[in-house]
């Protein structure tokens, strides 16, 4: 749940804070829990939702404040082998201009391991509307590799 | 039908492994849908590196900090000296339930390596070695959850107790008789628990058998008014 927050918030601490939230609000929101989907999937709708709050809660906030947040630095596991470690760099750095939904099914798809079904479940959206966001998701972050590789000098 | 450039994209949203093979082979010949392929495949292979863990001791004790600081608010706002133990007990089992769930789920798979062009989009999960660590880690996060839901719900079972002493109508009797068939059935799942602590599936069982019995509890206390 932490790794599928700090990706979608960029940074640890907000992902702890979501974390937090989503138990709190999953707890609230109990008793409206007609068992129509694991409690899990509920709990991680919550924690999805929930982040985008707080995503545009500190995009206002950034608005208002003159002094820009610091970012964090990008923290994540050394690629496998064979993979150009730019490729990881450029996703990290484009995700927070994705569309909030071909973010989150590509976060939960591509980094977290659930299948189609298991999202659709998460956000409340039908299987063919995942599969169509995380190809929006791959598309957007294709075009942004294949742009940065070709302004690239040749080493 | 002839695969071109143009049906590139449909073969990547499908996600069909007949597509993908047509795609392979017209890139094979075409240099343009070769690159796109590889990316779309460094994508796959990458985004896996992006899942981060990292320890946070004071998460999960904020968290059921704030819960029961809510779990007490919503007791003094309905005035109900029983709802406090209801709201405890309905806080534990929902971090058992989580806990278990997330047991069940495991964790997401690892990176593998990195698929070539042939194989685009194609990942397989491999052992992590921290696995077994986490497992036991999430196993004793299970059991902490449990013992303090266990511990509401034998509570609410001292409350109930003075009425199931000399149950007074037959409802009370019938009610005792539950309780009693409840505990036995406890009895027995903690026995085959004691010897496989691992066995998911067991304790989802023994959680749902003391959620009958807390339900049960509530309505004795309820009937009794």
Redesign the interface.
Same mark, same amino acid.
């Given at each position: 749940m932490? !790794?599928v927050a700090?990706?979608l918030l960029g940074n640890?601490s907000d992902a702890?804070d979501a974390?937090?939230e989503a138990?709190?609000k999953?707890?609230?929101g109990?008793a409206g829990f007609k068992g129509d989907a694991?409690? !899990?999937s509920w709990?991680y709708r919550i924690l999805v939702n929930t982040c985008f709050d707080m995503g545009r809660r500190r995009k206002r906030r950034a608005e208002n404040s003159p002094a820009a947040p610091e970012a964090e630095a990008p923290?994540?596991?050394?690629?496998?082998?064979?993979?150009?470690p730019t490729?990881?760099l450029t996703?990290?750095s484009s995700l927070d201009r994705l569309p909030p939904l071909p973010r989150s099914v590509?976060?939960l798809y591509?980094?977290?391991?659930?299948k189609h079904r298991e999202i659709a479940e998460i956000l409340g959206i039908a299987e063919g509307t995942s599969?169509?966001a995380l190809?929006s998701a791959?598309?957007e972050?294709?075009a942004r590799?294949?742009t940065s590789r070709r302004w690239r000098p040749e080493s | 039908m002839t695969f071109t450039c143009t049906d590139l994209d449909e073969a990547l949203r499908s996600e069909e492994p007949g597509a993908f093979e047509q795609a392979r082979v017209h890139a094979q010949t075409c240099p343009a849908c070769r690159e796109s392929l590889a990316v779309w495949a460094e994508i796959t292979a990458a985004a896996p590196g992006l899942r981060q863990s990292w320890e946070s001791p004071d998460l999960w004790p904020r968290i059921h900090q704030s819960l029961a600081e809510e779990s007490q608010r919503r007791a003094a706002q309905e005035g109900q000296w029983w709802r406090h133990w209801q709201m405890a007990a309905a806080t534990a089992g929902l971090a058992a339930v989580i806990a278990i769930g997330l047991v069940l789920r495991g964790p997401a798979p690892s990176p593998a390596p990195a698929p070539g062009p042939e194989s685009p989009g194609v990942l397989k999960g491999s052992e992590d070695p921290q696995r077994r660590l986490l497992t036991e880690r999430a196993l004793r996060a299970v059991e902490t959850s449990e013992a303090d839901y266990v511990a509401s719900i034998e509570h609410l079972a001292k409350v109930a107790e003075p009425l199931l002493e000399k149950p007074g109508t037959p409802v009370l009797a019938s009610y005792r008789e539950k309780l009693q068939l409840l505990d036995a059935a406890i009895a027995d799942c903690r026995t085959e628990i004691d010897r496989n602590r691992f066995n998911a599936h067991l304790r989802r069982e023994l959680l749902s058998i003391y959620q009958e019995k807390q339900r049960t509890l509530r309505a004795l206390l309820e009937e009794r008014g």
């Open positions: 932490k !790794s700090r990706n640890a702890e974390v937090q138990f709190l999953l707890y609230r109990l694991a409690l !899990s709990l923290a994540f596991d050394p690629p496998a082998p064979g993979v150009d490729v990881g996703i990290r590509f976060v591509e980094v977290e391991g659930f599969k169509h190809f791959k598309k972050l294709q590799i294949l | -």
